[in-house]
């Protein structure tokens, strides 16, 4: 007898949603999670330390102290971290970690909550596009309509606010957005008026935020501090305040959090049968049950399964194919920064109203392609640091006059891009270095496809036109050079497919090589589309466990 | 932490790259303190880089102008300021005085423009003299 029907390992977007549906349907259910339990005040609003800005660390985890990993120097364009040998050894807030962060609710608590849909394309984009050398471009096994009615799902029971009448770009909704789009700031309407005026189709972004009062919870209340902090009105959806309640509301949820798992436990067999974990204080203990689901995000679930080899799988749980940490994807954001003659910012956050998917597919000579959407709130420090024009003076009175008259009148326009998957992107364990738990760290190695780079120059110019339209009189920015990608949009690593030679997980997200053994978070994808992919990993999670229970 | 002359040199040298208008200067916004605090945690490593840095900037001034660098006026700091910007010394720099700067205007201006929690930008006046207003 099992100490619990299910284990899920992780507490972001894909495990919240896995503990929910299975809970809700009467399994006992253990939820763990590496990070701690986070209050609005201890995420706080340290503008050098957020996930959005992270020049000294993180204020959602993990710490910047016995966290690292290790990445081949050439995977990143600039010399990050230290030197070990050949390699680099990163904290987690340096560049090229690949952080998510790591706390009750993950990357959800801090989000800015995009909620998109991938396009029908986006599920096959091998057939849509043809091979790529070098690539591993696939198409998934599922399809759009196999994961309309989830998407449909998270929007109503997660709540996703947006104006289903603009998302032009897909098959027409069954059922609208359970809310009104947010309110559209000053900027976002002359980006739409500049996206008008180029003949470009443009939508309200959807948002996993309240804009009315929804789900016993306030609407957002319009601040400036969304992406990369807390929200102070509890308005902002994420697994902390949906989904794992959901769980721990049922009765037959037991979160635990500041545990680390160690690896996966096995039988004499082979078979799956709990975790080992090490707690706060050191300890370790073991849970056992019958089912697992992984939702650690694609970089450490990649690394728990590499960590858990056994006799029956000496490379690693489901790793028969030489398959999982291969395949690492993320988004690369080019876009573009501009001048206007007339004060762009009005305070209305969170900023992100506008977007165009004009250019996710059927572009000449590029595959796929990704959407361009306006911003959310810049705070000071991160225009300073990332959106100040290069030639403006840096310091002296003419800096300090330049940010005064200039501040409100800068603004951006970005947007994610379909990456072309790579089997040489890729995360390993680094059985040489281990972290303050004693476990192997991941390592990193590898870079993006050289399709990716393409197709993010071709948004770069892009995005500089739509600022042009919507009256900048100057715009600036460079576009990307090629590197390893990841970060918090990570997915690709246990791609899914029908065959365990060329994937990790089957079309229900099931480790080939078990039974019991379930993924709940990116590292599924097969591609990860030219968009946020949270609401992918909500709907496939919901699938994915509410098949579980079907096959119970 | 510095003692009394890099302290004057450091306070000259923030007050040169973020000067006071009719918005406090870098000094009075507590850049110096975010800049104490931080040499004392996250850039500890860069103490001593700041301490030889400073000392050069002395010797710098003291060759061009025969003073030290926060007896120059502030018209003077700016002129040698831009001269140490692209690698015009005459003094003998122990540390590559150019690219240092700009880490240094780096640091400052984080002081100045992010949350007054990190010690600067006091009582939120940088944000009030560029317009970012915090609501909720």
């Known amino acids: ?552 | 932490m510095f003692e009394h002359t890099q302290m004057k040199c450091l306070h000259a040298l923030l007050d040169t790259i973020i000067p006071p208008d009719d918005y406090p200067g870098a000094v009075e916004a507590g850049v110096g303190d975010y800049l104490q605090r931080q040499l004392a945690g996250d850039l500890a490593e860069s103490l001593s880089s700041y301490e030889t840095w400073l000392a050069d900037l002395d010797a710098e001034a003291r060759a061009v102008n025969g003073t030290d660098f926060a007896d120059m006026t502030p018209r003077e700091r700016a002129e040698l300021l831009t001269r140490v910007e692209t690698g015009v010394v005459k003094a003998r720099w122990s540390i590559e005085p150019a690219a240092f700067f700009r880490e240094i205007v780096e640091h400052c201006a984080e002081g100045y423009y992010s949350d007054s929690g990190n010690g600067g930008n006091r009582g939120g006046i940088a944000w009030r003299m560029i317009g970012f207003e915090v609501t909720g």
Not at chain 1, 44 to 66: E, T
Not at chain 1, 101 to 122: K, N
Not at chain 1, 250 to 265: F, K, W
């Open chain 1, 1 to 552: 007898m099992s100490d619990y029907d299910a284990i899920v390992v992780g507490s972001g977007a894909g495990g919240g949603v896995a503990a929910a549906v299975l809970a809700e349907a009467g399994k006992s259910v253990l939820l763990l999670e590496r990070g701690r339990n986070l209050s609005f005040e201890a995420v706080g609003r340290d503008h050098l330390r957020n996930q959005r800005m992270p020049v000294y660390g993180h204020n959602a985890g993990p710490d910047i102290d016995g966290n690292p990993r290790t990445i081949e120097a050439d995977s990143f364009p600039i010399l990050v971290g230290q030197a070990l040998g050949d390699l680099r050894l990163l904290r987690p807030h340096e560049p090229g970690y690949q952080n998510n962060a790591a706390c009750v609710g993950s990357g959800t608590r801090v989000y800015a909550g995009q909620a998109w849909r991938f396009m029908p394309q986006d599920f096959r984009m091998a057939s849509e596009y043809g091979l790529p050398k070098g690539s591993s471009l696939a198409d998934w096994p599922i399809t759009y309509e196999d994961m309309a009615p989830y998407y449909e799902k998270v929007e109503w029971e997660i709540g996703i606010c947006g104006d289903h009448r603009t998302m032009t770009h897909l098959p027409a909704y069954d059922r609208p957005y359970p809310m009104p789009a947010l309110p559209l700031p000053h900027k976002s309407g002359i980006h739409k008026r500049g996206l008008e005026s180029l003949g470009w189709q443009w939508l309200r972004v959807p948002r996993l935020i309240n804009s009315v009062p929804y789900n016993d919870r306030p609407g957002c209340i319009n601040c400036q501090h969304c992406v990369g902090y807390a929200c102070p009105a509890d308005a902002k959806n994420g697994s902390q305040n949906t989904t794992v309640p959901r769980a721990l509301r049922s009765g037959n949820c037991t979160l635990r959090a500041e545990v680390m798992v160690e690896r996966l436990d096995s039988s004499d067999g082979g078979r799956i049968t709990g975790v080992t974990v090490i707690d706060a204080a050191g300890e370790r203990q073991t849970y056992t049950a019958d089912v697992l689901v992984l939702s650690c995000g694609a970089v450490e679930t990649a690394r728990l399964l590499l960590n858990s080899a056994t006799r029956h799988e000496p490379t690693g749980i489901g790793n028969s194919g030489d398959q999982v940490g291969r395949n690492l994807q993320g988004h690369y954001y080019p876009g573009a920064a501009g001048l206007f003659p007339d004060v762009m910012f009005d305070g209305v956050g969170p900023g992100c109203s506008i977007a165009t998917c004009e250019f996710n597919h059927g572009n000449d000579g590029i595959i796929g392609g990704g959407f361009l959407g306006d911003e959310d709130i810049v705070t000071p420090i991160t225009l300073w640091k990332r959106f100040y024009p290069p030639d403006a003076p840096r310091w002296g009175i003419e800096a300090k006059r330049f940010m005064r008259d200039n501040f409100r009148r800068i603004n951006d326009v970005t947007g994610p891009v379909q990456e072309i998957p790579s089997p040489e992107a890729r995360v390993t364990v680094n059985p040489r270095v281990k972290d303050k738990y004693g476990i192997p760290v991941v390592h990193l190695s590898g870079k993006t496809h050289p399709e990716t780079v393409r197709s993010a120059r071709f948004m770069h110019e892009r995005a500089k036109e739509w600022l042009l339209a919507s009256g900048a009189t100057k715009v600036w920015g460079k576009p990307p050079p090629r590197y390893l990608s990841g970060g918090q949009h990570q997915a690709g690593t246990c791609r899914m497919g029908e065959d365990s030679a060329t994937s990790v997980v089957d079309p229900f997200c099931r480790v080939h090589s078990h039974d019991n053994l379930f993924i709940a978070d990116g590292s599924p994808h097969v591609t990860n589309g030219g968009f946020n992919p949270v609401e992918t990993i909500m709907a496939l999670a919901w699938r994915t466990a509410e098949n579980i229970v079907k096959r119970w």
